[in-house]
């Protein structure tokens, strides 16, 4: 379809058919394109407070927890997440609900109309999407989960109050580097002269002070300068004014809670300790420890490398399965898919690896080859086969745990909807 034909669609699939169209890459990192099209619509100033949250993992479930909190604090929230699972709304968040389809339609044409012969990613153009209906809504603060990297990514062009970088880890080396130090500098990036920046890695390489040094914010890093302490019933924050104590244990990880908190400390919008309470118990992120049914138990969780895989793992120790637990697994071919797999390979009786679909998927084969010799396996051409499988053989006893990439998620999300019409036990 023409620009001037899509300016006037009113249907969400056909925008992102076009979008995925525009341009040659779907990783193009850089500022100049997009921030060209960004001025064009006054989106770099938000009339709202921002924060921007990075990381290599635990950006989405940090997100979820402030968002929790601040609405249960009485604050409007906007939350811009990526990727979806199911469908694209999930990528744009007012008051709670995902945005319409009609809402993106009128984005999308807006950035339509001023973008003339700029190309742009299907990435970067959503993004200009969420930062418009933002502008329009003017919730209270805005949540900004950052896509890869993040000095160099889409949500960088945002003139942000606070950042946040969650954890670092090797991922996407081919764009960030193949280091913990270069990988650090590249989300560090997101940082703002005079404003606070939060580091939720507890062993940061010593690039992300150097760069928050360069960049004349000021760093907080846990350890140092917020913490928690646990007891069995209950934990506590400390940070450098707050002290709270007493705290429920959320469903999401209790380190991306403590970094949480710290930002709350530090943002300056007024949080009371009952909207704290309430926001860390319902806190809740679709595809991280997501129970889709019962007997047989099937959990669903994105994890995709290895620290996320080793937090998938403690998982699973903390949570013994009365039965055998199998695993439906998919990944990407740019992951790290021996330490992925091998840091669940324990926890694992039989795998049932898939191919995935596109460029950059690895086979199961491939992913077959990566298992210890021993490794019970079968390998299939797609999810939905190797999850029907996996429940064929499961025992009423048994445990399947779905994860390697957010596409295999996705897949058995939209399997078990065709099947059950749920996605909850």
């Not at 500022?31 to 989405?60: E, I, Q, S, Y």
């Not at 927890?65 to 409007?76: D, F, H, K, Q, S």
């Not at 950052?146 to 160099?152: A, E, N, S, W």
């Not at 350890?223 to 104590?245: L, M, N, V």
Request: proline content about 4%; some cysteine; overall charge negative.
């Amino acid at each position: 379809m023409t620009q001037s034909v899509m300016a006037q669609s009113q249907s969400l699939s056909d925008w992102l058919s076009y979008l995925e169209q525009l341009h040659p890459s779907v990783i193009d990192l850089g500022l100049h394109r997009v921030g060209l099209v960004a001025d064009r619509l006054a989106l770099r100033h938000l009339p709202c407070r921002v924060v921007t949250v990075g990381g290599t993992n635990g950006k989405g479930t940090t997100c979820a927890l402030l968002e929790a909190i601040y609405r249960a604090a009485g604050y409007r929230v906007g939350v811009y997440s990526s990727p979806h699972l199911l469908r694209y709304n999930e990528r744009v968040r007012l008051d709670g609900q995902d945005v319409s389809d009609g809402d993106l339609c009128r984005a999308f044409a807006a950035i339509e109309a001023v973008r003339q012969d700029i190309s742009l990613t299907f990435f970067e153009y959503g993004t200009l999407a969420a930062l418009w209906l933002f502008r329009e809504a003017a919730p209270d603060l805005v949540l900004l989960e950052v896509g890869l990297g993040g000095r160099l990514d889409a949500t960088n062009l945002v003139a942000s109050d606070l950042a946040v970088v969650t954890s670092i880890a090797l991922d996407h080396c081919d764009w960030l580097g193949d280091t913990r130090e270069a990988i650090a500098t590249e989300k560090a990036g997101i940082f703002r002269a005079q404003k606070p920046a939060i580091s939720g890695e507890p062993q940061p390489p010593a690039t992300l002070a150097a760069t928050a040094h360069a960049l004349g914010a000021h760093l907080l890093q846990v350890g140092q300068d917020f913490w928690r302490t646990e007891s069995e019933e209950s934990w506590a924050f400390h940070g450098q004014r707050e002290q709270w104590s007493g705290l429920p244990y959320p469903q999401l990880p209790l380190d991306n809670a403590v970094t949480a908190l710290a930002v709350v400390e530090q943002l300056g919008l007024v949080v009371d300790e009952a909207a704290l309470h309430t926001g860390l118990r319902q806190a809740r992120l679709a595809g991280r420890m997501q129970r889709l049914r019962q007997q047989p138990s099937v959990i669903v969780d994105v994890a995709h490398n290895p620290h996320s895989a080793h937090y998938l793992a403690q998982q699973l120790r903390q949570q013994p399965s009365q039965g055998r637990r199998l695993a439906v697994a998919g990944m990407l071919k740019d992951k790290d898919i021996l330490h992925t797999l091998g840091e669940l390979s324990e926890w694992v009786d039989v795998w049932y690896l898939a191919d995935l679909q596109g460029p950059r998927a690895a086979t199961a084969n491939e992913l077959a080859a990566m298992l210890p010799l021993d490794a019970m396996r079968y390998c299939y051409d797609s999810v939905r086969v190797a999850y029907q499988a996996a429940l064929a053989t499961a025992g009423a006893e048994d445990e399947i745990i779905v994860l390697g990439s957010f596409y295999t998620v996705a897949d058995v999300m939209a399997e078990e909807l065709d099947m059950t019409g749920t996605l909850g036990s």
